[in-house]
């Protein structure tokens, strides 16, 4: 089996199978980025009041104004909030705390992996279309000599193609995962303060 099967094969390979891939992580990126753009508008709230009230009447054991506090309240923060009084009365409150907020960071490291993944790969199809492209060129170019300028433009031209709508991918979502990785340090530092909030209540009710 000599090279000239191998190059068969790429030459056989439309462009649309080098395109597909690249359109299919361009859609996912952007679907991840305007949902993760509204989760971050939703969670971006200034809890520190509510919490605040929250952690004070739960001194005064009034668990049930504790959860009118933020009853109304929508966002991951007052949830976590909400769902640590929820269990409050549970045997192992530090369990409890602890699954809330690993809960929460779950919920604010969504789609992390997926957009590295695209920053990743997206290059990588990028210049897999460029050697399939090239590969076309100089098969053409071997087989028709100088005659064939079409073949090897069109070669050319698919190399560049890929090339460009892989990177146009990719920077974005390098971007934009940068950007992620900022906002989720913050909003993860927010989760702990919230738990020790708790964490230092339930020790202050263990003392007492």
Not at 56 to 78: E, L, S, T, W, Y
Request: charged share 20%.
């Amino acid at each position: 089996m000599d090279g000239t099967f191998f190059i068969s094969i790429f030459d056989s390979i439309p462009l649309w199978v080098m395109l597909a891939p690249i359109f299919l992580c361009s859609i996912i990126l952007l679907a991840v980025v305007i949902e993760r753009s509204f989760f971050y508008r939703k969670i971006d709230a200034d809890y520190t009041v509510i919490l605040e009230n929250v952690i004070a009447n739960m001194r005064g054991n009034n668990i049930v104004q504790a959860k009118m506090c933020c009853h109304d309240k929508k966002g991951p923060f007052f949830s976590l909030i909400t769902g640590i009084i929820s269990r409050w009365d549970a045997a192992d409150r530090d369990l409890a705390i602890r699954d809330y907020s690993e809960r929460t960071i779950r919920l604010i490291e969504k789609y992390g992996g997926a957009v590295s993944t695209i920053a990743s790969v997206a290059p990588m199809l990028g210049l897999l279309g460029t050697v399939t492209g090239m590969m076309k060129s100089f098969s053409a170019l071997a087989e028709h000599g100088a005659a064939v300028q079409n073949h090897l433009a069109r070669g050319i031209t698919e190399a560049l193609i890929t090339t460009a709508l892989g990177l146009c991918v990719a920077i974005p979502a390098v971007i934009f995962y940068n950007y992620m990785v900022s906002r989720i340090e913050i909003f993860v530092r927010d989760v702990e303060i919230i738990a020790n909030e708790f964490v230092s209540l339930n020790n202050s009710s263990d003392l007492s």
